[in-house]
C-alpha cells in the first residue's frame, strides 16, 4: 500500500516569510498527488494537483505555488506567507477508489 | 460549481445507530467517497459507492441514490473511538480523480 511522508508536522511562521512544505509517496509510481488545505471550520480545500512530473494544475489563485520535481515529489511553496495561509495542509496521494493523506502540517502564520 | 452538504455536528449515544447524510450538486459525478477524521490528524478512507445501492463493511454502510444527489452513511454500534469529523467527498472527472469534500460533519458519541 501507499505511504505519504509528509514533513514538517507542525510550523510557526511569521508574515512575509517564505514557505517550503515537502511530501514524498512511497510504493506506488506515476501517482497523482494533490495538495489541500483545511483551514479552521471549513472542508477540505483542493490548491494544487499534478498527473505527473513537471505537471502542475492549481484549482484556486493565491500566493502558493507546487512542483512536482520528481516522480513521487510534491512540494507547496510560497515567498511571502498571509496570515491566511494558516490552515492544515494536507498531501494526498490516489489509487482508485481511495486517497491516501499524509499525515499533515499545520502551518500558524503570526 | 460544486456544492456538497452535510450537517455540521451530530451527538449520538454508545451502542446507537446514526445515519450521516450528504448532498450534492456536482457537475460531473464519478463516485462519491466517505472519509473518517480524528481531530489533529489526516482523513483515512472510509467508503467508496458509485452505483446506487447500500455498500456494507463492518459496522459501517453508505448508500447512494445518483438521481436524487443523496448519500448516507450510516454507523452502527456506536463506541466511544467514533467521535470524529465524517467528510463526504465526491469525485468529478475521470481522469484526474480530483476529490471534492464537503465542511465535515463533527459526530459527539456520548456514553
Known amino acids: 500500500s501507499q505511504t505519504i511522508h509528509q514533513w514538517p508536522a507542525t510550523l510557526v511562521q511569521p508574515v512575509g516569510s517564505p514557505l517550503s512544505l515537502e511530501c514524498t509517496v512511497e510504493?506506488?509510481?506515476?501517482?497523482?498527488l494533490y495538495w489541500y488545505r483545511q483551514a479552521a471550520g471549513r472542508g477540505l480545500q483542493l490548491l494544487f494537483y499534478?498527473?505527473?512530473?513537471?505537471?502542475i494544475s492549481s484549482e484556486v489563485p493565491q500566493n502558493l505555488s507546487a512542483s512536482r520535481p520528481q516522480d513521487r515529489q510534491f512540494i507547496l511553496s510560497s515567498k511571502k506567507l498571509l496570515l491566511s495561509d494558516s490552515g492544515f495542509y494536507l498531501c494526498?496521494?490516489?489509487?482508485?477508489?481511495?486517497?491516501?493523506f499524509g499525515q499533515g502540517t499545520r502551518l500558524t502564520v503570526v | 460549481g460544486q456544492n456538497i452538504d452535510q450537517p455540521t455536528e451530530m451527538t449520538a449515544t454508545e451502542g446507537a445507530i446514526v445515519q450521516i447524510n450528504c448532498t450534492y450538486q456536482?457537475?460531473?459525478?464519478?463516485?462519491l467517497f466517505w472519509y473518517q477524521q480524528h481531530a489533529g490528524e489526516a482523513p483515512t478512507f472510509l467508503s467508496y459507492?458509485?452505483?446506487?445501492g447500500l455498500e456494507e463493511k463492518g459496522r459501517f454502510s453508505s448508500f447512494l441514490s445518483r438521481s436524487k444527489g443523496y448519500s448516507y452513511l450510516l454507523l452502527k454500534e456506536l463506541q466511544m473511538k467514533d467521535s470524529a469529523s465524517y467528510l463526504c467527498?465526491?469525485?468529478?472527472?475521470?481522469?484526474?480523480?480530483?476529490?471534492?469534500f464537503g465542511k465535515g460533519t463533527k459526530l459527539s458519541v456520548i456514553p
Open positions: 456536482t457537475s460531473g459525478f464519478n463516485g
Open positions: 459507492n458509485v452505483l446506487d
Open positions: 499534478s498527473v505527473g512530473i513537471g505537471q
Open positions: 494526498a496521494s490516489t489509487r482508485v477508489p481511495e486517497a491516501f
Open positions: 467527498a465526491v469525485r468529478i472527472g475521470a481522469g484526474s480523480y480530483q476529490l471534492t
Open positions: 510504493g506506488t509510481s506515476n501517482p497523482n
